[in-house]
C-alpha cells in the first residue's frame, strides 16, 4: 500500500535563518520519525541558497499562507499527486487562512502555535460565553489539532481562545543541545558583553533593554560592559536611533539577523529579556544551552523556562528599575554568573532539549491522522 504524504509549511523563504533553523530542524527530525509517512516542506521561494539542511523532507516551491488563485491550483494539484494526508502550519490562525479551500482537500490541518501572547488578558464571562457558541457553531474554523509550544501556551488556548482539549497537544520547544553548548570561558578576558535577540517587534521592548544599558554604561566601574542586539525588523531604525541619543550607541553593537546565533552566545556573559508577551522564548533556552545566566521579564514563556535565582532572574514586567538591579548584581559577582551559567545549561539538557521536542511532535500528528 502507498504511504501518504504530510507537507510542512513554512511562512518564509528557504534563505531565511535565525530562528526558522531551529523550526525547520524540528520539522526535519520529527519527519524522519514519521516512517509511514513520506513528507514534504513547502516555502514560499526556494532561493538556492537554502539556510536549511534538511533530510527527511522534500522541499517544494509553495505559498501555503497566502493562497492566492495560482497558489491554491498549485496546492490542490500537489496535495492529490502525493496523496498528502496532512498540512502542518505553523502560527498560522484560522482566520488568516481559507479553511474552506482547505477542508475541500479532504486533508487534516495542524498548527504548531507558536505566536507570543498576553496572558495577562482574559476576555468577560459574557465575551467567553458568545466565544464559545461561536466555536461550538462554527467548528469548521478551527484546525483538527493545535501544538502548543508551552504549558501556558496550551492552558490560553484552551482557557481564553475556548479551543477544545480534544484538539490541543502538547510540544514544548527545545534545544538542539549538541549544538548550543558553551565556548570558552571569559572571566578574565577584557570586558562584559550583555546580549540580547529577537525579531525588531515593539513587544520585544529593546527601547528598555537600551535604557538600562545607558543607566549602567553611565557608571565609572561598568565602563568593560557592552550590548550585542541579533535581530531585524521594524522597530531596528527607532531603536537605533535611540541608542544614538542615549548616547551609548559606541558601545552597542545592533548585529542584525543571523542564521546562526552560536557564536554570539559564545561571546556573551549574560542574556536578556524584556518582552512583554512571549509563548516560549526560544532565544532564551538557546542561551542558557551556551551557559548563560538570563535575566527576563516575567512573561509566560520565560516564567516556565528561567529558574529564578537559580539560573537567572525573571522581574515583574513594568519594573525597569528590578531589571537594572539585578543585571548590576551579575556584573558585580563573576561567581555568580558561572554558577547560574551551568546551573541554565543543565536546566534546558533537562526539560528543554529538540530531541523531546521532535518526539512529542511526531506523536501529536501521528495522533491526529489515526
Not at 77 to 92: C, G, K, L, N
Not at 115 to 136: E, G, I, L, Y
Not at 156 to 177: E, F, H, K, N
Not at 302 to 316: M, Q, W, Y
Request: proline share 4%; with cysteine.
Amino acid at each position: 500500500m502507498a504511504r501518504k504524504g504530510i507537507l510542512f509549511c513554512m511562512r518564509f523563504p528557504d534563505d531565511e535563518g535565525f530562528v526558522w533553523r531551529t523550526v525547520v530542524t524540528v520539522r526535519d527530525r520529527a519527519a524522519g520519525l514519521l516512517e509511514d509517512y513520506h513528507c514534504h516542506v513547502a516555502f514560499p521561494q526556494l532561493t538556492g541558497n537554502s539556510a536549511h539542511d534538511i533530510e527527511h523532507m522534500r522541499p517544494v516551491e509553495i505559498d501555503a499562507y497566502a493562497l492566492t488563485p495560482a497558489d491554491k491550483a498549485k496546492l490542490r494539484a500537489f496535495v492529490a499527486e502525493h496523496d498528502i494526508a496532512a498540512i502542518v502550519y505553523m502560527s498560522a490562525l484560522p482566520t488568516t487562512l481559507d479553511m474552506g479551500f482547505l477542508h475541500s482537500l479532504g486533508v487534516k490541518t495542524i498548527n504548531t502555535e507558536q505566536d507570543s501572547f498576553d496572558h495577562r488578558v482574559r476576555d468577560s464571562f459574557v465575551r467567553r460565553a458568545a466565544k464559545f457558541v461561536v466555536r461550538r457553531g462554527l467548528k469548521r474554523q478551527l484546525h483538527d489539532l493545535h501544538v502548543a509550544n508551552s504549558v501556558s501556551q496550551r492552558d490560553w488556548l484552551q482557557q481564553y481562545a475556548l479551543i477544545p482539549p480534544s484538539r490541543l497537544a502538547l510540544a514544548a520547544d527545545g534545544v538542539d543541545c549538541e549544538h548550543f553548548t558553551p565556548g570558552r570561558e571569559r572571566e578574565g578576558t577584557a570586558g562584559f558583553n550583555i546580549i540580547c535577540a529577537g525579531q525588531s517587534r515593539p513587544e520585544k521592548r529593546i527601547d528598555m533593554i537600551l535604557r538600562v544599558a545607558s543607566r549602567i554604561m553611565a557608571q565609572p566601574e561598568f565602563d568593560h560592559v557592552r550590548l550585542t542586539y541579533v535581530g531585524a525588523g521594524e522597530m531596528l531604525g527607532e531603536w537605533q536611533r535611540l541608542a544614538e541619543t542615549l548616547g551609548i550607541a559606541h558601545r552597542v553593537h545592533f548585529a542584525g539577523q543571523q542564521r546562526d546565533l552560536l557564536p554570539f552566545y559564545r561571546d556573551a556573559d549574560l542574556m536578556v529579556h524584556a518582552a512583554e508577551r512571549e509563548s516560549f522564548g526560544l532565544v532564551l533556552a538557546e542561551a542558557m544551552a551556551c551557559g548563560l545566566p538570563v535575566v527576563a521579564s516575567a512573561a509566560a514563556g520565560p516564567s516556565e523556562i528561567v529558574a529564578d535565582g537559580k539560573t537567572g532572574r525573571l522581574i515583574a514586567l513594568d519594573d525597569e528599575d528590578g531589571f537594572l538591579a539585578a543585571v548590576e548584581a551579575y556584573l558585580r559577582d563573576p561567581a555568580m554568573v558561572r554558577q547560574h551559567g551551568a546551573a541554565a545549561r543543565s536546566r534546558v539538557v533537562e526539560r528543554f532539549s529538540m530531541d523531546r521536542q521532535v518526539r512529542d511532535l511526531a506523536a501529536a500528528i501521528e495522533g491526529a491522522l489515526e
